[in-house]
């Protein structure tokens, strides 16, 4: 009989599944001072913050400390927007980025009823990394769900490889008063907050990181990726159109945990005008390299404007 702890069993069949099961292994770095510094633990900027004996802070583990969920940032101009939600202290956070960090607002929330991070089906959890709008249901006739909720992409990549199960996880709204954990696992927020947020980003652009508490400092992306960004861009492009003409309207890295995530909007000039949209999810099992789990594209026609 195997008396392993749950946790110890998962741990050693993620790395399992790191060597074996991952796509290939991208590439290797020297990372030490790249993505982690050396000061003391700063969370979110919530002036409100309160700390909780119950609550593990994974950010004083091995995990370190980011300076900020974007690691690098090259755009067409536009500011990036992102949804953090804390889970400690039941709140959603939208920040602008252009540069800059700027928190916008904060709203309300309540996760799931059993805390920690979601391993199970049903087991009342909310997951915890970088998540994305896959569906909008806005409604007035929803009464579960509130009148608007918002399907993430759980599990991702990064769950498969933690074996971490279930799935129907969502940002929405509700018809009663929020309480404090108290779901089965979604990010809930009142029906007025939801509408609010809905109305000052597009959900399905923004992308969605979810922690115990945020292990940022909140300080600008430096220049320290930017000799690795060929990398990024050779890998976010499918092999069908590798040798054409390419423009790479933005990109930009994001980091939580082990977890990083590459977006892009990329112009494909020479296949008749197509505009791809790339991800690539990476994961970081030890310091020195990163493994390419999967890479997602999607891509429309560009339609010329007349006149």
Known sequence: MNNEPNDYKRKRRSIYYIFVGAVFIF???????????????????EPFWKSSAKIEDRTKTGHGVWDGPILFYKGNGKPVHLILVEKAIQKLHLYRYNGQYQLIKS??????????????????????????????????????????????NYPDPFDHLESNRGNGIFIH?????????????????????????????????VPVIIGERLPYRFEPAGNNMSKFIPLFKKAMIPENYASMKSEFRYI??????????????????????????????LARPEKNFLVLLKREWNEEKLVKKSG
């Open 252 to 281: 930009t890295l994001l980091g939580f945990q082990e977890r990083i995530v590459a977006l892009s909007a990329i112009r494909i000039k020479d296949a008749g005008d197509i505009l791809g949209f790339s991800k690539l999810f």
């Open 173 to 205: 709204g509700s018809n009663r008063a929020i309480k404090p954990f108290s779901t089965n696992g979604c990010v809930v927020l009142s029906n007025h907050d939801l509408s609010d947020l809905d109305q000052r980003i597009n959900l399905k652009k």
């Open 107 to 152: 709203y309300t929330c309540s996760t799931g009823e059993n805390q920690g991070k979601k391993h199970e089906e049903k087991d009342r959890r909310t997951p915890e990394g970088i998540y994305f709008n896959i569906k909008a249901y806005r409604d007035s006739k929803i009464t579960l769900f509130g009148d608007r909720a918002f399907r993430l």
């Open 27 to 45: 590439f290797t770095l020297i990372l030490n001072g790249f993505f982690f510094g050396e000061k003391d633990s700063v969370h979110s900027k």
